[in-house]
């Protein structure tokens, strides 16, 4: 029924974040009913596999091309080229630098603040912090770490106990923890980015004492900030749904509604356990039904309007 | 330690030269002198350490300890360039051309004049050589050949040759050494390494002779000292029994019934044409062939290896047909290759090696029991009286030990049959013996042996009826009386009995065969 | 039979405490890793403890048990690097399974890829002669293609980790992790297996020398799928204790296991060219390496400088292991 | 005739693989024209190197498991001397880069020689190391590229005498890559050093006794596969105009284009032109399954078919092509 043909350019494989974002998309352009087909590159690779996609996805001729860049400068070359060919090009998650692409984007680097503001007012603001990045080297990654420092500078009194990257990979974080538990240094919290139920697991089997926990909305995390008793910890929203939004924006675009700005920011929302608002909040927010890898916040109101069915059922158009 | 009054200053002097891997001395006090133009025998019994000392006298591996001088000045030779520039060159007891290089590009490796390798290696009565084929394309007594005219084309002022012959069919060797006795005349010197003694008293002058690592004499040689060095290598190992082959009346006694193995009309693409014979029960019948007349694929065949183009071969009686190795062990048919690589698996144990057939079928993988297993390995190792000092890894063993493991493993599995194909290649004369005699008691119990060998004299010690093959026929059938050198000869050139011609000339007669598959 | 020659003259005391270690190899390894747990000892006074070893124990468990199938393979020449993806593809479809079915199906339903995976290895190698490496990483590949291909029919019906693989997993007995009791049963069967089993005896020999191996009547294609299966049903289940401990099924769970199984492999001294090695050392090489990444958690150095640091004292292990092993 | 197709064959197989993609191709995609070949040569450009770079130790019996490594830390080691800095500093910059891949490489192989550890094992270490320095250099993906640089893969080479047709065939990535593989690999081919590598690869023993001087043969091995990985990081920064410290996909696939193109793992056998050929299959396939719209996630799986399939094939015909019995 629908008309237009849609390119998706991704390039982290296996993360239940990334296969939401895909999913999202391909409802989406389902419940659109304006999409006929989505060509879709999705593959573990760098900036310079993305740029190859990105001219693969030229060359099939498709009208849009919805990308999650590895790297926002890096994939310059072939958005422009897209462009030049008449293709609208939208990033979603992170910005890039070419002027021409829209943007609608997961503001990071709030993301990282948002958290970790919230975590140190909980320590009172002092006390040891364990800081449990993401993957060293990935602009993600830097980006969270401008927002922490942002917030650590608001509070002299905080200190970082110890900095890892676990690569945003559940073992390596598990034993990571267990490793620093088991030294018994006295933390008063944990930031992790988004590798989060395993930390709270690890606080669960050691019997170690429950410090307050930052992580992502999260499906298993969501469950944990329910459940667990005696854990105090908030989620900050990353919806992986943000994909579903870009197919949205692409094809307004497409439709001659350009938006007023080339960016538009999704800012993360804070759902905590400390307040009664909160666990209202988080409670409604729970989907024990989702893998726990999956966010919680399967849709962005506004942005996207398939159901949670649809999006589970993870089917684009012609499927 | 006998002490000859030198005439000249020699080319080549190595004293006190000894080397140590870890507990066995390989070599202890070895010493070496070379006169220019000169070739020089060195002997000695599997494990005295001949190739030890070529290996550090070519810079192949660094001695512990002992001076080398050459030409009156003390060398250092810590690489096989830093001997090839001192004009050391050898050819090792292995291959040493690349296997993925064609032979051009070996020459070029090392810096070998095209023009004189090409000479040479007609020289040694390999006439169509196509110098763009791969090495690993080439059978290996080419090989061994064409590593030597490698060497000769940079005329050293000292050649070692390691067992050049051990591996070679009898033209070539023949060629090999007249090649190297001219080397003499020509003024260079050559160090010569071989079990044969033939070869050693028509070629050398004098002769160096190792036990356990230790020069133990120095003779002239001069007709009759062969016993001298016998007694020499072996010290007080000596036992030179004569194993004879059956009586008449064994034969007849052993010959009523069906025969074991009976070979018709085999058939193997173009390498095996119309071959029958039979193989009894307790006899042992010898192959006898050039190089590459079809006795690597007769064998294969025989052992499962290749399956043949046509004809069949019944055991007992019945008719078998082998797919794998495996099918013909199960019928008590036992391989033996002459190269030990291909047998051994270098970095096990001597008792794994043996015992590796007990492990092979699929209803033999579950625990091992391991006494019974000892009783049996320890049983063969007896019998076969192997050195067993560096039992931990084959690898470790002399050759002439490595040799005997891989008759071992079918004596301790108690295979009724046994495919030899060379076995005594570079084994020395002692262990020959055992060897002879191993075969004999073998056929005695009743089991059976095909046996081929390179060197023509074992066929009257061992073998009951000898086999000739030409070009890929059975030619000529002899029983052990009939079999004397002439006739194996002629027959081996595919000359009906009776004519007369000289060997030596007809060497070339044959051409250079160009593949060979299984060995 | 058995008269080692000995050397004539004394030998110093360096040497025969050289030819000592040399004859035993797992005893510098044993020292190596002592001398890693001091050093851990002297940075963080207090850590070594009970707790912490059972944590040690818990994640260099799976390691092994991965390192075990590299050992086993590696002995006959090849290399499995598909076991990080078939652990991680039945661990997945255990948790997703048992939602819906009965423990046993769904234990049935996760070993099955397990299977299937190592089959296709085994006759790749065995029989088309793939070179291992090749042959393993396309399964691996294509393993974990359906396994995204499957995860998108599973999303609706959520995941969920067996009690009895949280216990296994997690679960510490006086002081013991849960996991010793899969793990000895395993490690006692893979050692005894290669050193006093038919099989064992062929993967060294097939890896030695196959034509020597072929020539006893030994049929390599046998061996080899026989190898693979076993290597991948061993990662199947170090998959499902994996899960146990980590308890969050992820699409590249185990895949970070690959290279360290390598390592610990090599590091305790299988050669990689086959027919030669065994798995005590191998055990010890996978302690090391978790240790090793302990103590460079509690390194306060950026990342960069941790990864260099890594990445030498895995050499400087290793090239310490060879060098007092070898030249007995 | 007969000698080229056996050493050939298997070049001239994969070509006619090539050939028959690129019919595919047109037909899915009639529109599929000089440009889109512009855009496959660029996409080829890393890995093609990062092959190169593999291949030459590969054929020298080693295995290089640090070739992505090294091309990420050559290529944020460019992108951050770039960063701010004039045009014509690229001009230094350049050299400056290849030699540090040089040096780096020959650093791998001194190693090797050195500590005597298998090249698995001190490539899989200096992964690490390389890795670490790559972040230590580059905390984030950033930096910069001079625009001639990056002007010198776009666009097509004029060639006098040649249609202007033709000349669009002639992408600037491709012209820039053959340059700069023939400079390096055809005299190298001719010459003994050649030679001598393709020896140690065959039998490093008889190479030793044929006089080739084995230990700097392999460190000359190492350093010019560490040139090549340079070139590579260098057409990564060119390409994307940044440097990014996580290595790409580019180990696994060096070591798949190699064994497609023919290059023995055991070593000594092979060439250079073979997996550049498996390079742009390779990526052909992935260009055709994107034109097709296949789901991504079957992508994968058809990926490590095709891998899987074409060496089981070609271990096939080697199998049938060989005389009967003789084992590999
Ligand atoms: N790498 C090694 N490690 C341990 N022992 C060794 C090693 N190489 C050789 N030896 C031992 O040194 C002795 C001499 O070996 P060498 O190969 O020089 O004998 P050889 O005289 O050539 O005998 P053959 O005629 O059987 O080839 C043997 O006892 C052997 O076991
Ligand atoms: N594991 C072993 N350890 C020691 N000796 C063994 C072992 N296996 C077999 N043998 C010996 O090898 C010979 C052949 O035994 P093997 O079991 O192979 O015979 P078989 O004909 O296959 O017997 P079966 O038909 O019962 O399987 C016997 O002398 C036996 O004692
Ligand atoms: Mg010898
Ligand atoms: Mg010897």
Not at chain 1, 216 to 221: C, I, S, V
Not at chain 2, 320 to 327: E, G
Request: hydrophobic fraction near 50%; charged fraction near 15%; glycine fraction near 10%.
């Amino acid at each position: 029924a629908g008309k237009y043909t849609i390119g998706i350019s991704n390039t982290v494989q296996g993360n239940g974040w990334r296969e939401e974002m895909i999913c999202a998309m391909k409802a989406q352009a389902l419940a659109s009913g304006e999409v006929a087909k989505l060509n879709i590159a999705h593959r573990n690779t760098d900036a310079a596999g993305q740029l190859e996609d990105i001219r693969n996805l030229i060359s099939a001729k498709v009208d849009a091309i919805v990308v999650n860049p590895a790297d926002p400068a890096g994939i310059k070359a072939g958005l422009e080229e897209a462009t030049k060919a008449g293709i609208v090009v939208v990033a979603v998650d992170q910005a890039v630098t070419e002027p021409s692409a829209y943007i609608i984007s997961n503001n990071q680097e709030q993301y990282a603040y948002l958290g970790a503001k919230w975590l140190f007012q909980q320590m009172g603001g002092k006390g040891e912090v364990f800081y449990m990045r993401g993957a060293a080297g990935a602009s993600a990654d830097s980006d969270r770490d401008k927002g922490f420092k942002k917030a650590l500078a608001e509070f002299p009194d905080v200190k970082v106990a110890q900095e890892v990257f676990t690569g945003w990979q559940q073992d390596q974080a598990k034993q990571q923890i267990l490793s620093f538990l088991a030294t018994g240094t006295p933390i008063n919290g944990i930031w992790t980015s988004g590798i989060d139920n395993v930390i709270v697991d690890a606080l669960v089997e050691q019997q170690a004492p429950m410090v307050p926990v930052v992580g992502a909305d999260n499906a298993g995390f969501v469950g944990q900030l329910n459940t667990v008793k005696g854990l105090v910890g908030a989620a900050v929203t990353n919806p992986g749904s943000i994909g579903g939004a870009g197919v949205t924006l692409a094809l307004q675009i497409l439709d001659g509604k350009k938006p007023a700005q080339q960016t538009v920011l999704v800012n993360p929302e804070l759902w905590e356990n400390a307040t009664d608002a909160g666990k209202a909040k988080l409670k409604s927010a729970a989907d024990p039904s989702l893998s726990p890898e999956w966010p919680v916040s399967i849709s962005i109101p506004d942005w996207t309007t398939y159901t949670k069915d649809q999006i589970v059922a993870c089917k684009g158009p012609g499927e | 330690m006998t002490t000859n009054p030198l005439p000249q200053n020699p080319l080549l002097d190595a004293t006190g030269v000894a080397k140590n891997y870890g507990a066995v001395a390989a070599l202890r006090n070895a010493s070496l002198s070379v006169l220019p133009g000169e070739v020089h025998a060195l002997m000695g019994a599997n494990g005295a350490g001949k190739s030890t000392l070529v290996k550090i006298l070519t810079g192949a591996i660094n001695a512990d300890a002992g001076r080398i001088l050459i030409r009156g000045q003390q060398l250092d030779v810590r690489s096989p360039a830093a001997a090839r520039r001192a004009g050391l060159l050898p050819v090792y007891q292995e291959p040493s051309l690349i296997p993925d290089l064609d032979v051009l590009s070996n020459l070029r490796l090392t810096r070998t004049p095209v023009e004189p390798f090409r000479a040479w290696v007609r020289e040694l009565g390999i006439p169509n050589l196509d110098i763009r084929d791969t090495a690993r394309d080439i059978p290996l007594a080419i090989l061994r050949v064409l590593d030597l005219a490698r060497a000769l084309a940079v005329e050293p002022d000292v050649l070692l040759l390691d067992e050049m012959t051990a591996a070679l069919p009898a033209n070539l060797a023949e060629k090999v050494l007249e090649v190297v006795r001219r080397q003499g005349d020509a003024g260079r010197s050559v160090i010569f390494i071989s079990h044969r003694f033939v070869e050693i008293s028509a070629l050398c002058d004098r002769a160096t002779v190792l036990r356990d690592g230790s020069t133990v004499g120095v003779v002239d040689i001069e007709p009759g000292v062969e016993e001298r060095i016998v007694e020499m290598m072996l010290g007080t190992r000596i036992e030179k029994t004569r194993v004879g082959a059956r009586t008449a009346n064994d034969v007849a006694a052993a010959s009523g019934g069906r025969p074991r193995l009976s070979v018709r009309n085999l058939q193997l693409g173009t390498k095996l044409n119309d071959v029958s014979f039979d193989l009894a029960n307790g006899e042992v019948v010898g192959v006898f062939a050039l190089e590459g007349q079809g006795q690597d694929e007769l064998f294969a065949a025989l052992a499962g290896s290749i399956r043949p183009t046509g004809g069949t071969i019944d055991v007992d009686g019945a008719p078998v047909k082998f797919s794998h190795p495996s099918d013909a062990i199960q019928a008590g048919i036992a391989y033996v290759p002459g190269d030990r690589t291909e047998a051994l698996a270098m970095q096990r144990s001597v008792r794994e090696n043996i015992a590796l057939p007990f492990s092979a079928g699929l209803r033999k993988w579950g625990p091992i029991r391991m006494r019974r297993e000892q009783v049996v390995v320890s049983g063969a190792i007896g019998r076969l009286q192997i050195d067993t000092r560096a039992q931990g890894e084959v690898q470790r063993l002399s050759g002439g030990n490595q040799q005997k493991v891989t008759i071992a493993r079918w004596i301790a599995a108690n295979a009724r049959t046994i495919l030899c194909f060379d076995p005594t290649r570079g084994i020395d004369v002692g262990t020959k013996q055992e060897i002879y005699k191993l075969l004999r008691e073998l056929a005695g119990q009743g089991k059976s042996v095909l046996f081929y060998t390179s060197e023509m004299e074992e066929v009257q010690r061992v073998c009951d009826r000898v086999i000739v093959i030409f070009g890929g026929r059975v030619v000529d059938t002899f029983s052990v009386e009939e079999a004397d050198e002439p006739a194996l000869m002629r027959a081996a050139y595919g000359l009906p009995r009776g004519a007369r011609a000289d060997v030596g000339i007809l060497a070339d007669v044959r051409p250079a065969s160009d593949a060979e598959a299984a060995s | 039979m058995t008269d080692i020659a000995t050397m004539p003259q004394p030998v110093s005391f360096g040497r025969r405490v050289k030819r000592f270690m040399a004859d035993r190899p797992l005893i510098p390894l044993i020292i190596l890793l002592i001398i890693l747990v001091v050093i851990l000892q002297i940075l963080r006074p207090g850590i070594v403890n009970e707790r912490w070893l059972a944590n040690t124990a818990k994640f260099a468990i799976p390691l092994a048990i991965l390192a075990g199938c590299q050992t086993m393979t590696m002995l006959t020449g090849g290399i499995d690097l598909s076991v990080g993806t078939v652990a991680t593809m039945s661990a997945f479809i255990m948790a997703t399974q048992i939602v819906n079915q009965d423990p046993t199906v769904a234990f049935l339903l996760a070993m099955l890829p397990a299977v299937l995976i190592g089959l296709v290895n085994g006759i790749g190698v065995g029989v088309f002669r793939v070179h291992p490496l090749i042959m393993t990483l396309g399964t691996s590949l294509i393993g974990t293609g359906f396994l995204q291909v499957y995860q998108r029919t599973v999303i609706a019906s959520g995941a969920k980790i067996p009690d009895f693989l949280n216990w296994l997993g997690t679960g510490v007995t006086y002081g013991f992790p849960n996991a010793l009791l899969l793990f000895v049963p395993v490690a006692v069967l893979i050692v005894f297996t290669l050193n006093r089993t038919g099989f064992g005896r062929l993967l060294y020999a097939v890896g030695d020398n196959e034509r020597a191996a072929r020539l006893s009547g030994v049929r390599y294609w046998q061996v080899i799928t026989a190898l693979y299966v076993l290597s991948s049903l061993l990662a199947g289940i170090t998959g499902l204790l994996y899960i146990g401990l980590i308890k969050a099924p992820s699409l590249s769970l185990a895949e970070p296991l690959v290279l360290p199984s390598v390592a610990a492999a090599v590091i305790g001294g299988t050669s990689i060219f086959g027919g030669r090695g065994g798995y005590t050392g191998t055990i010890i090489g996978a302690l090391i390496l978790t240790v090793l990444t302990t103590l460079l958690t509690i390194l306060q150095m950026p990342e960069g400088g941790r990864r260099i640091l890594f990445g030498f004292i895995v050499l400087f292990v290793t090239a310490a292991y060879l060098r007092i092993v070898e030249d007995r | 005739m007969s000698r080229f197709l056996r050493n050939q064959g298997w070049v001239a197989g994969l070509f006619a693989l090539l050939i028959f993609l690129f019919v595919v191709t047109k037909l899915i995609q009639p529109a599929y024209g000089s440009g889109d070949f512009g855009s496959l040569a660029r996409a080829v450009l890393p890995y093609a190197f990062a092959v190169a770079a593999q291949t030459v130790v590969v054929i020298a019996g080693g295995i290089d498991l640090s070739v992505a490594a090294m091309m990420a830390l050559t290529s944020v080691t460019a992108a951050s001397m770039m960063n701010g800095a004039s045009e014509e500093y690229a001009l230094f910059v350049v050299p400056f880069v290849l030699a540090m891949g040089f040096v780096l490489g020959a650093l791998n192989g001194v190693l090797i020689v050195v500590t005597r550890v298998p090249d698995i094992v001190v490539t899989l270490a200096t992964l690490f190391v390389l890795q670490g320095a790559a972040l230590l250099v580059l905390g984030a993906p950033g930096g910069a590229a001079a625009e001639w640089l990056k002007a010198s893969v776009i666009g097509t080479v004029p060639i006098p005498g040649l249609p202007d047709w033709a000349d669009a065939w002639v992408p600037k990535a491709l012209a820039l890559l053959v340059v700069c593989l023939c400079i390096i690999w055809i005299p190298l081919r001719r010459s003994r050093l050649g030679l001598s590598i393709y020896a140690i690869g065959s039998n490093e023993l008889a190479a030793f006794r044929s006089g080739v001087p084995v230990a700097r043969t392999r460190i000359i091995a190492y350093a010019l596969s560490g040139l090549f990985a340079a070139m590579g990081g260098l057409s990564l920064t060119i390409s994307t105009g940044i440097g990014a410290p996580i290595p790409g996909p580019y180990l696994l696939a060096s070591v798949a284009a190699v064994v497609l193109g023919g290059v023995a793992l055991g070593g000594g056998k092979g060439g250079l032109l073979g997996p550049i050929i498996a390079v742009f299959v390779l990526r052909l396939v992935r260009t055709d399954l994107t034109l097709l719209a296949i789901d991504p996630n079957v992508t994968a799986i058809i990926e490590g078919l095709i891998m899987v399939a074409v060496v089981m094939f070609g271990a096939f015909i080697t199998i049938r092509g060989r005389p009967v019995g003789a084992t590999p």
